[in-house]
T-cell receptor, first 117, second 109 residues
Framework: GAVVSQHPSRVICKSGTSVKIECRSL??????MFWYRQFPKQSLMLMAT?????????EQGVEKDKFLINHASLTLSTLTVTSAHPEDSSFYIC???FGGGGNSPLHFGNGTRLTVT | GQNIDQPTEMTATEGAIVQINCTYQ??????LFWYQQHAGEAPTFLSY??LDGLEEKGRFSSFLSRSKGYSYLLLKELQMKDSASYLC??????????WGAGTKLIIKP
């Protein structure tokens, strides 16, 4: 159980274009979804937290106008990287949980490798 | 500030046992998680500890001492497929997950 699907797994785009990444919880209702970014050989960096039906909470240093997050339903959240630049190239991972309590683990999507040329 | 420390890299031999340590300093504590992450893939959940003691799950065990701010992940009968990064994460008083940088485990035949 607790499957999170993330799409696409890889995307290559030209500088200046926008890319949308989808994250779906397939067999549970995700009250909260998280978006992470991970650079090579580094740990996960939380970008934003989104709760269904409300605005995302962005971490310090993350531009909300550049990384648009929409959490329209309990099973779907999207991250749109607008006007992508080469420095946005990274591994983006979504995760979801169905409870905020202590023992609720995060279930991760398989990640999206974004390369901006 | 909040901090989680774990070794950057460890090497072990196939069939042996390895212990990966994690120490933490956080504002409050609501549980500690261990995740496994293979290169280029997303993390997968391994274990959860909230009370002191040892939690065993097959070849993997995780230990917690809240008074010492310390946990370890014990891997027995190592297999080549166990080569991965192991991430320690703690939920603080606000139930926010604080992540360690991960320990890269290299298994040699």
């Amino acid at each position: 159980g607790a499957v999170v699907s993330q799409h696409p797994s890889r995307v290559i785009c030209k500088s200046g274009t926008s890319v949308k990444i989808e994250c779906r919880s397939l067999d549970f209702q995700a009250t909260t979804m998280f978006w992470y970014r991970q650079f090579p050989k580094q740990s996960l960096m939380l970008m934003a937290t989104s709760n269904e039906g409300s605005k995302a909470t962005y971490e310090q240093g993350v531009e909300k106008d550049k990384f648009l997050i929409n959490h329209a339903s309990l099973t779907l959240s999207t991250l749109t990287v607008t006007s992508a630049h080469p420095e946005d190239s990274s591994f983006y991972i979504c995760s979801a949980t169905f409870g905020g309590g202590g023992n609720s683990p995060l279930h991760f999507g398989n990640g999206t490798r974004l390369t901006v040329t | 500030g909040q901090n989680i420390d774990q070794p950057t890299e460890m090497t072990a031999t196939e069939g042996a046992i390895v212990q990966i340590n994690c120490t933490y300093q956080t504002s409050g504590f609501n549980g500690l998680f261990w995740y496994q992450q293979h290169a280029g893939e997303a993390p997968t959940f391994l274990s959860y500890n909230v009370l002191d003691g040892l939690e065993e799950k097959g070849r993997f065990s995780s230990f917690l001492s809240r008074s010492k701010g310390y946990s370890y992940l014990l891997l027995k009968e190592l297999q080549m497929k166990d080569s991965a990064s192991y991430l320690c994460a703690v939920k603080d008083s606000n139930y926010q997950l604080i992540w360690g940088a991960g320990t890269k485990l290299i298994i040699k035949p």
